[in-house]
């Protein structure tokens, strides 16, 4: 075959191979080229649809179903009171809501990725450099051990040390987290290389070490050596834990340079910039750069909670390592896939990406996550289907954890303007002439020297509250402020310029997190969610406008809409859910009769839309009864924090109260699974009032089946008061507040507190009220 080899240099080489002595070498360089040229024409990553021929046909079947209900509903509208009109308003949102999702899943597509071929095809030394930002906030919350074994996966990955460098934000100023990241370099001098000689596949050593067996995530290496360093490694690790729980229980931290924390308000200090490990050497196989931050705090500047810190961090790397590319997770985010910054780049890097990806969003995958997904957060359905639907668009939203970005593009580069360096974003980063210079050698795709030490001084300016001000931080660069939800807008951003981005979900998993293990913890993430999302969709950022006056696509825009209405979907849910009761207590009815047909319309409705998600989960490897977790914490979710989400965006907008971010409880992992946790998988509540909307809606459908059983409706106005429909509606609405029912009655954290029934009882005597008045009208 080697004649066929067309290449004049190749020629070349075997024409000047005249000596034995030379031989050798030029066969090596023939053997380079040759590979060179045969990886030089295969892609970095491929683009592969999705065959979804049956799927397309049962959404199309549910969405005619669903016009059929409307169009009898719409017939007899004037036959019937109000029941029907308020049945025909909740049905048509939910037919929107199907259109939305129908449009997204329609064209699913999966990324493939080849690091291997990336490496082939770029020398190591001319691999792009990454600065990586973990964000924290509050030491309590999220433990420092989760901070630190976080940042040793991120320190571990397989790629040049000298091309990376890791910065923390603490925006607790905890003098806890910086010792326990000092305390975390020193170990990791010793992980990192024990990782890169043994191809350890799991590099967070508390995963790693989470069992005796010491080949669980390692390499084929077995040998008497390894066994004996992973033994020491694991003692290291296991002192390292014994130092942070210490200093968190005791506050015994042995000196490290903390004075800048003495008598330190967490809410009011000044900027505190340490350089805890820098790799002077520039050594392939040394350590990368490891950087402490705190941004300055005061209260009379608001810190625009994650998208400040995240600007700060911007501006800060900008100074001192300026990479080209990005990457972000949060404190409890680590790395589980070695080579994952060699997957993010054949995306960035391959073929035309330069001029169409932005980002790279990995999956949202979690570890230890509890057997058959009880608070139904592990959001494995969602990114299966409709993060591959987004794909086919122009592609998945930020996600705000396990993302990497392309830096000039945070700094607001237009996508038809990429060539040049725009000077209008110049006179906008503010007055740093350090950090004008910085960006404009971003925009033009140049790195600065490492120069970590430095860069101190300057990088203070601009880690101040005040150096915003007069700038387009927030408002045309970097992270956009304006939304507890920052990370969606943001994409949203870059989206409207006319950007796509990649979804990417290799094997194994990128990034794992910890997902909120009890009520009030995934009540308050999902509150959060709800709330930032309806702050954009009523802002000027709403995707409807980006589609009529910037570069959205149009399906992209309805691919949003089907997320930013979230905080909307509660008032037709609620509306819906008290429809049964209220037809059952006024002896009315909002569904068609047994004996007519259009009844069948419903129930087929119904059973195809359970059937057809019940296979979604099935065919995504997922329980029966993780399905029905999901079913049922969909209802409790919308109806209780995102009904919560959309009262807080209602007092925002009249200006009788501001939104607030809230941080989620991250927990430290423990047995698999809860596999010996009791109570795993029980839902918790506490004292919030986000559990009265739950509370209340049981209660409503347990007093509609008493009266119901007890025949105690007053007699119907039109001789057709309610039937079975309405009441196997109320059971179903009890079957998915099973937990709630099961609070009333539990203890401790498994038991609805006293007060928060007692609330609900108020309202449901209210309820009774009031259909008492409508059933005598």
């Given at each position: 075959?080697?004649?066929?080899?067309?290449?004049?240099?190749?020629?070349?080489?075997?024409?000047?191979?005249?000596?034995?002595?030379?031989?050798?070498?030029?066969?090596?360089?023939?053997?380079?080229?040759?590979?060179?040229?045969?990886?030089?024409?295969?892609?970095?990553?491929?683009?592969?649809?999705?065959?979804?021929?049956?799927?397309?046909?049962?959404?199309?079947?549910?969405?005619?179903?669903?016009?059929?209900?409307?169009?009898?509903?719409?017939?007899?509208?004037?036959?019937?009171?109000?029941?029907?009109?308020?049945?025909?308003?909740?049905?048509?949102?939910?037919?929107?809501?199907?259109?939305?999702?129908?449009?997204?899943?329609?064209?699913?597509?999966?990324?493939?990725?080849?690091?291997?071929?990336?490496?082939?095809?770029?020398?190591?030394?001319?691999?792009?450099?990454?600065?990586?930002?973990?964000?924290?906030?509050?030491?309590?919350?999220?433990?420092?051990?989760?901070?630190?074994?976080?940042?040793?996966?991120?320190?571990?990955?397989?790629?040049?040390?000298?091309?990376?460098?890791?910065?923390?934000?603490?925006?607790?100023?905890?003098?806890?987290?910086?010792?326990?990241?000092?305390?975390?370099?020193?170990?990791?001098?010793?992980?990192?290389?024990?990782?890169?000689?043994?191809?350890?596949?799991?590099?967070?050593?508390?995963?790693?070490?989470?069992?005796?067996?010491?080949?669980?995530?390692?390499?084929?290496?077995?040998?008497?050596?390894?066994?004996?360093?992973?033994?020491?490694?694991?003692?290291?690790?296991?002192?390292?834990?014994?130092?942070?729980?210490?200093?968190?229980?005791?506050?015994?931290?042995?000196?490290?340079?903390?004075?800048?924390?003495?008598?330190?308000?967490?809410?009011?200090h000044p900027t505190i910039l340490k350089v805890i490990w820098e790799n002077k050497e520039g050594l392939l196989d040394g350590l990368p750069g490891l950087v402490y931050l705190s941004r300055e705090k005061r209260p009379n500047h608001s810190h625009r909670y994650k998208a400040g810190a995240m600007n700060v961090l911007t501006r800060v790397s900008g100074l001192m390592t300026n990479a080209p590319y990005m990457l972000n997770v949060d404190c409890d985010m680590y790395a589980n896939n070695p080579k994952i910054v060699l997957h993010a780049m054949c995306l960035l890097l391959g073929s035309n990406s330069e001029k169409e990806i932005a980002f790279v969003q990995f999956s949202n995958a979690f570890y230890d996550g509890l057997k058959d997904d009880p608070y139904g957060n592990q959001l494995v359905v969602l990114l299966e289907y409709m993060a591959c639907g987004f794909s086919g668009l122009q592609g998945f939203f930020y996600g705000g954890t396990g993302c990497f970005h392309r830096r000039k593009v945070i700094y607001g580069l237009q996508l038809d303007n990429i060539d040049s360096v725009n000077e209008e974003i110049l006179k906008r980063v503010g007055s740093s002439k350090e950090l004008m210079k910085s960006v404009a050698h971003a925009l033009k795709g140049k790195t600065n020297s490492p120069d970590l030490s430095n860069s101190i001084d300057t990088a203070y300016q601009v880690a101040g509250c005040g150096y915003e001000h007069g700038t387009s931080w927030g408002r045309q660069l970097g992270w956009l402020y304006g939304s507890t939800t920052e990370d969606i807008l943001t994409g949203l951003r870059i989206h409207s310029k006319g950007w796509k981005s990649a979804f990417l979900s290799p094997n194994p998993q990128g990034f794992l997190g910890c997902a909120p293990s009890g009520g009030p913890a995934s009540m308050t993430q999902q509150k959060r969610w709800a709330t930032g999302l309806l702050e954009v969709l009523l802002s000027k950022d709403c995707p409807i406008l980006a589609t009529l006056f910037a570069k959205l696509h149009w399906r992209q825009c309805l691919a949003y809409l089907w997320v930013f209405t979230w905080g909307l979907r509660p008032i037709p849910e609620l509306c819906y859910a008290f429809l049964p009761a209220y037809c059952i207590i006024t002896n009315s009815h909002f569904l068609p009769k047994v004996q007519e047909q259009a009844f069948y319309i419903a129930i087929v409705v119904f059973v195809i839309y359970h059937l057809y998600t019940l296979s979604e989960y099935l065919r995504a490897g997922l329980s029966v009864r993780s399905w029905w977790n999901n079913q049922r914490m969909a209802r409790i979710t919308t109806m209780t924090a995102w009904f919560f989400g959309f009262l807080i965006v209602i007092l925002k907008l009249l200006r009788i109260s501001e939104t607030v971010f809230e941080i989620t409880k991250k927990d430290k992992s423990t047995s698999s699974n809860g596999a010996h946790d009791v109570d795993a998988g029980r839902f918790t509540f506490d004292e919030s009032p986000i559990f009265v909307p739950g509370t209340t809606i049981l209660m409503v459908h347990l007093t509609a089946l008493v009266v119901s059983l007890l025949n105690l409706q007053p007699p119907a106005h039109d001789g057709l008061g309610s039937g079975l429909g309405e009441v196997l509606c109320s059971v179903w609405l009890v079957l998915c507040f099973w937990p709630f029912l099961k609070g009333l009655f539990g203890k401790g954290k498994h038991g609805i507190p006293l007060f928060t029934i007692c609330k609900s009882a108020a309202l449901v005597l209210l309820f009774l009220h009031l259909c008492r008045m409508t059933a005598m009208g």
């Open positions: 075959m080697l004649y066929q080899i067309q290449d004049s240099n190749i020629y070349q080489i075997f024409n000047n191979a005249d000596e034995d002595v030379k031989l050798k070498s030029h066969w090596n360089s023939f053997l380079f080229l040759f590979m060179a040229n045969a990886t030089t024409s295969l892609p970095l990553f491929e683009k592969i649809p999705r065959k979804n021929t049956i799927q397309r046909g049962f959404d199309i079947i549910i969405f005619f179903l669903l016009l059929l209900l409307l169009v009898y509903r719409l017939y007899f509208l004037n036959h019937y009171g109000f029941t029907w009109i308020l049945a025909f308003l909740c049905e048509s949102w939910f037919t929107f809501t199907w259109v939305l999702v129908i449009s997204t899943k329609w064209t699913l597509v999966d990324y493939n990725t080849y690091p291997d071929r990336l490496l082939q095809r770029v020398p190591e030394v001319e691999l792009p450099s990454v600065d990586m930002f973990v964000t924290t906030a509050d030491p309590v919350l999220e433990p420092p051990i989760i901070t630190v074994n976080t940042v040793l996966s991120l320190l571990a990955v397989d790629y040049p040390s000298h091309k990376l460098a890791c910065y923390v934000s603490d925006d607790g100023c905890s003098p806890l987290t910086y010792y326990s990241l000092v305390e975390a370099s020193k170990f990791a001098k010793l992980w990192v290389p024990f990782c890169n000689k043994y191809n350890v596949q799991v590099r967070a050593p508390f995963r790693y070490f989470s069992g005796d067996d010491f080949t669980k995530f390692s390499g084929s290496d077995t040998s008497s050596n390894f066994q004996q360093e992973w033994k020491r490694m694991k003692d290291e690790y296991e002192q390292l834990c014994v130092k942070i729980e210490d200093a968190v229980q005791n506050q015994n931290i042995v000196p490290c340079d903390l004075t800048a924390f003495s008598e330190i308000d967490s809410k009011n």
